[in-house]
């Protein structure tokens, strides 16, 4: 359907301030906080997970009463909310004990082999093997399971601000460059790939060295700055991926427990452009976990809902800035693009940035490449920018004061590694 375009602009500005609520986000934890009459209303506006959700349920008001509200229904039906149901899947799935104490155990066999301190390689290694291993299991999946060893083993201690900022801030570039060595695991890879001719053959040789090289300097500086805290066990390192503290645990999952979760997780990933088959294997596998409850924790059902609630809150206010995107995106040379691409990633979902670019006609490889490259280097920028950060903050959000993650501490915080990342991709 055509959308008039006094809608557009609605949307638009509603998009701008779901932009300025989400900074605004420790103010109204802050208020919500104080216990006052209205404490449950500033709790709700302090989810960040809400706010597109919020703002895109105020447009949908707006379109029934200016247009009607057949046209406000078909404009829902005609938006494609497989990400947002995906990524719902693949939180709960990834982020069950099974999966956890699988790739718990691959972390602590690999900084085995690393030769330095034992904390110290295991920071090392959660931060570059389980985000580069997004481009297979799909960078969503790769946040969840980076987020819970990151919270599990060295978030827990109250304090230590800088130190989580600085580590979450690598964590969330790391995942959004981490996943393009294929062309189905990142997001705005996977919007584009089709339309531009790029396979996994053509990502791995033009973004993955460059992406692989990032990674492993943006995870080694912050492993060096902190290496002494580390060490020393002045950063929480008493559970969660370490030999002297594995998860706690009643009992003791059976391999075969672990095998059948691993095939789900594997069928989710590769039924990911099928809503219907992935979200059947979603209920298939809450069934099994009914069942053997023995062996599991609970399920993030509700932390997933809510990631897939902003995404799709996302997708409802985002389709609707094509109007002004796509000729801004279409007139810019391939090295302004670049940049011009890192900074609306900070405002915008770098998947719906990439997406736009595609529909603009006549553009050359190197036009193309600056596009994604410049969306995927920016992703960590903000909670927006990439679609698994929502589901990083959903899982480390409570290691922080006031229950919030700030968005001007992780700006700064993700904008050294990004621009480490945005030098690989530019050389």
């Given at each position: 359907m055509t959308v008039p375009f006094y809608i557009q602009v609605t949307a638009t500005v509603l998009f701008a301030i779901a932009i300025l609520h989400t900074f605004s986000v420790p103010v109204f934890a802050r208020l919500a906080h104080k216990n006052g009459p209205h404490a449950g209303f500033w709790h709700f506006l302090s989810e960040v997970e809400a706010v597109f959700?919020?703002?895109?349920f105020v447009?949908?008001?707006v379109m029934s009463f200016t247009t009607s509200v057949p046209e406000m229904v078909a404009y829902v039906e005609g938006r494609n909310f497989t990400e947002p149901l995906f990524v719902f899947a693949i939180m709960v799935v990834a982020a069950s004990r099974p999966i956890i104490e699988l790739v718990s155990m691959l972390v602590r066999i690999v900084a085995r082999i690393i030769p330095v301190h034992r904390q110290i390689a295991t920071f090392f290694v959660v931060l570059t093997l389980v985000p580069l291993s997004g481009s297979l299991i799909t960078e969503p999946a790769a946040m969840t399971l980076a987020a819970l060893l990151l919270r599990d083993g060295y978030f827990k201690r109250a304090g230590n601000q800088f130190f989580k900022y600085i580590a979450l801030g690598v964590l969330f570039v790391n995942v959004s460059i981490g996943?393009?060595?294929?062309?189905?695991?990142?997001?705005?890879?996977?919007?584009v790939a089709q339309t531009f001719g790029w396979d996994s053959a053509f990502m791995a040789t033009h973004f993955g060295w460059r992406a692989v090289a990032a990674v492993l300097i943006n995870a080694l500086l912050v492993t060096l700055i902190f290496r002494k805290a580390l060490a020393s066990g002045t950063i929480d390192t008493h559970r969660g991926v370490t030999d002297a503290g594995e998860p706690e645990r009643?009992?003791?999952?059976?391999?075969?427990?672990?095998?059948i979760h691993l095939a789900f997780?594997?069928?989710?990933?590769?039924?990911?452009?099928h809503p219907a088959i992935f979200l059947g294997l979603l209920l298939?596998?809450?069934?099994?976990?009914?069942?053997?409850?023995?062996?599991?924790?609970p399920l993030m059902i509700k932390e997933g809902l809510m990631v897939g609630f902003f995404l799709a809150g996302l997708v409802l206010l985002g389709a609707l800035q094509k109007w002004w995107l796509q000729?801004?995106?279409?007139?810019?040379?391939?090295?302004?693009?670049?940049?011009?691409?890192?900074?609306?990633?900070?405002?915008t979902d770098n998947a719906a940035l990439t997406f736009l670019g595609s529909l603009v006609d006549g553009t050359s490889e190197a036009?193309?490449?600056?596009?994604?490259?410049?969306?995927?280097?920016?992703?960590?920028?903000?909670?927006?920018?990439?679609?698994?950060n929502p589901a990083g903050f959903s899982i480390l959000k409570g290691s922080f004061k006031d229950a919030t993650i700030s968005p001007g501490p992780l700006f700064l915080s993700a904008l050294t590694p990004t621009l480490i990342a945005a030098f690989f991709f530019l050389i």
């Open positions: 959700g919020i703002w895109a447009l949908l008001v996943g393009v060595l294929s062309a189905y695991a990142a997001p705005p890879v996977l919007m009643v009992l003791r999952v059976p391999a075969l427990v672990i095998a997780l594997i069928g989710v990933v590769l039924s990911a452009h298939l596998f809450i069934g099994f976990c009914e069942s053997y409850k023995r062996y599991q924790s000729d801004l995106l279409g007139s810019l040379s391939p090295i302004v693009l670049f940049w011009g691409a890192v900074g609306l990633t900070a405002l036009w193309r490449y600056m596009l994604v490259a410049g969306a995927v280097t920016g992703g960590g920028l903000t909670v927006i920018a990439n679609a698994p």
